[in-house]
């Protein structure tokens, strides 16, 4: 679902729901939730996105698989051809930076 950005800097936000660790399928409903925004801003209009590290924080999903599947989807996509010129991902803490950007650098 897209949203106006309220009282945030950015214009719109995107809500999208992240697996939680030990219901199943987790990394199937990340893929879904990372390409489903992608596809979202893109249907908007919209030339950038930020993204979390979906599901790390209280969901339990391991970061490093996180920047992988996340980091996979958002470049297979862009390379598919879109609209969107930029993707970043705020993340976190150093550690959480260090690993996306060795999984950025694996792909």
Do not use: Q, W
């Not at 697996?19 to 925004?37: C, F, H, I, Q, V």
């Not at 989807?73 to 010129?85: F, N």
Request: net charge neutral; hydrophobic share 40%.
């Amino acid at each position: 679902m897209i949203t106006g950005g309220g009282k945030l800097k950015a214009r719109h936000v995107i809500h999208a729901v992240g697996p939680r660790m030990g219901e199943g399928d987790e990394d199937e409903k990340l893929k879904n939730a990372t390409l489903n925004s992608l596809k979202l801003a893109d249907e908007n209009g919209l030339r950038s996105i930020a993204f979390p590290a979906i599901s790390t924080g209280i969901f339990g999903y391991p970061v490093e698989r996180c920047a992988r599947i996340m980091l996979e989807i958002a470049a297979d996509y862009l390379k598919a051809g879109s609209g969107i010129e930029k993707v970043t991902f705020c993340l976190y803490g150093s550690e959480a930076k260090k690993i996306f950007t060795a999984a950025l650098e694996s792909i």
